[in-house]
């Protein structure tokens, strides 16, 4: 039996694949404690996960897009998060005497922690965006720039000197959750990242989603443009409601939004706050949303196509490899008409290619081997 310490952001989308793994690995017999935020991760982890109580650092959402999302981002929040939470992390690592730290890309507090104690520690990158680097060959001075943040960030630890690599990479080794063209070309990537797809686990019920407003000889169509760009996407979720519109007799649509975000709605267009996603796919036929990694493969692992409009982040490169897959399309999310879109989701619900390409891309991801793949990785990473 081994020890595993999990550090990731207080991200949904970071914490839902390493909390799948960390499930894993408790079913294989391994203890597993979580360093964080206990009001962000119990709703995610599970009431009988341990957790080192560190607290919260909230990630606003950006209003920033582009270059300017990406400086934001690690200004504002990855290197701020790393000052606030390491000590934190020293005390977790004092109480729980981890044998493997398991640490998120961007929780670069849990790379200098693991390196200040001699630990074995394994990246894990839970978007695209760190994983292939996008940066280094069209915009090096970014890449440079992004170097002297995870400089600052050492250096604030007390640290000497430079880090002795990118601490984004563990030199032990990496998982990530992806596979097939989401995982870009292999030399953008360390050759010691393995790809075990998408680690999709249980997740907690949602009692009061509707379920029997679903009509089933209807087809249904989910938006959603995630959690951190909800500010962002008011202008979108118009536009995609004024799309649907005429399509009721066709047609139903969760949006995902704000209360409030879509007066007037339809009939056929329901608008949810939150919803539960593995239980809906299923059911869906398509999936207009921002280019997530986990939207992205959970949706492609059930056969379902997409529509993506990105708009920051790894979201551009997720969409491009979904659409050259042939399991999708990229729309501009911001000068996309109602008009472009209506034809792109009857385009994708009328043509069976776009679902069969989306089977085929998901049977890749699903050939990694997800959470089961990822426990066995940090398995050995502890026996080596």
């Not at 701020?80 to 398991?102: C, M, N, Y």
Request: aromatic share 4%.
């Amino acid at each position: 039996m081994s020890r595993f310490l999990f550090v990731s952001l207080p991200l949904t989308g970071h914490v839902n694949p390493m909390a799948a793994v960390a499930a894993a690995l408790q079913r294989r017999g391994h203890e597993v404690m979580w360093a964080g935020s206990e009001s962000f991760l119990r709703p995610l982890v599970g009431d009988g996960a341990r957790i080192h109580p560190i607290p919260l650092r909230a990630h606003r959402g950006q209003a920033e897009r582009g270059l300017a999302a990406t400086r934001s981002r690690w200004e504002g929040y990855i290197v701020p998060h790393a000052k606030a939470t390491r000590k934190g992390i020293e005390a977790a690592v004092a109480d729980f005497a981890p044998d493997v730290l398991v640490v998120d890309q961007h929780a670069i507090a849990g790379a200098i922690v693991a390196h200040s104690h001699g630990l074995r520690w394994v990246s894990v990158a839970p978007t695209t965006m760190e994983l292939t680097r996008p940066f280094r060959r069209g915009l090096p001075r970014l890449e440079e720039w992004i170097g002297t943040q995870l400089a600052a960030a050492w250096s604030a630890a007390g640290r000497p000197g430079e880090p002795p690599h990118d601490l984004r990479f563990s030199p032990h080794g990496g998982i990530a959750f992806t596979a097939g063209a989401l995982a870009g070309d292999p030399a953008d990537r360390p050759s010691n990242v393995e790809l075990v797809g998408p680690a999709i686990g249980e997740r907690a019920p949602d009692p009061d989603f509707p379920a029997g407003w679903l009509d089933p000889d209807r087809r249904h169509v989910l938006v959603t443009m995630g959690t951190l760009s909800m500010d962002l996407a008011k202008g979108f979720y118009q536009r995609m409601a004024d799309a649907l519109a005429p399509l009721g007799d066709r047609l139903q649509a969760i949006v995902v939004a704000p209360d409030g975000t879509l007066d007037g709605a339809p009939e056929h267009v329901l608008v949810r706050r939150r919803v539960p996603m593995l239980d809906l796919l299923p059911s869906l036929h398509a999936v207009v949303a921002h280019g997530g990694l986990n939207t992205v493969c959970e949706a492609l692992v059930h056969g379902v196509p997409l529509i993506i409009a990105p708009i920051k982040g790894d979201q551009a490169l997720n969409a491009n490899a979904v659409a050259a897959a042939g399991a999708g399309t990229r729309v501009s999310f911001d000068h996309v008409r109602p008009d472009a879109l209506r034809a792109a989701v009857l385009r994708l619900l009328d043509d069976p290619a776009y679902a069969a390409a989306a089977r085929a891309e998901g049977d890749r991801l699903l050939a990694g081997g997800g959470a089961e793949a990822a426990a066995r990785i940090l398995e050995a990473h502890h026996n080596d």
